[in-house]
């Protein structure tokens, strides 16, 4: 089986305390492919187009930045995805992330959405829910890349099987 975990801290949304917001971040794991929902951010928030813009541009260059910054040595989201996956295999109830799974979320074999984890795994891959008219235009972009990407993978993985 495979997942792949996309966790951001995101400390910069407005007044609340980062450890109480929760942004779920769907697509895939590259720049344009990352589609942070801010329409349906925990507790909920408005914000203005030019914030919404700025915030999502922080959540595409967020791994970047970090990874920049220890000169290569180490990943974003690594100890909290970890952390994640870990508390669902334990059995604790609860656990939605946002993940890279194989799914039908969308017309793309594999993407990135909320998942309920539990101690097999992926127990329940969630709709994407509703989205403003940014994020279904951020999602068609999304997709578009991600079918080259996932075309070219999945050419390699049975290139490799044959």
Known sequence: KLMGVTMLDDAEVMSHNPREVVVPVVGGHAIVTILPLLSQVKPPCSFTQKEIEYLTDRME?????????????????????????????????????????ATHVTELP??????????????????????????????EKAK???????????????????
């Open 61 to 101: 260059n967020g791994g970047i930045e970090v990874v920049k910054a220890k000169a290569g040595a180490g990943s974003a989201t690594l100890s909290m995805s970890a952390d994640a996956c870990l508390k669902g295999l334990r059995g604790n109830a609860n656990i939605v992330e946002c993940a890279f799974v």
């Open 110 to 139: 594999f993407f990135a959405s909320k998942v309920h984890l539990g101690g097999c795994g992926v127990n329940e891959v969630y709709r994407l829910g509703p989205l403003n008219e940014y994020e279904r235009m951020a999602l």
């Open 144 to 162: 578009k890349e991600l079918e080259g990407v996932l075309r070219k993978v999945l050419a390699l993985c049975r290139s490799k099987d044959s």
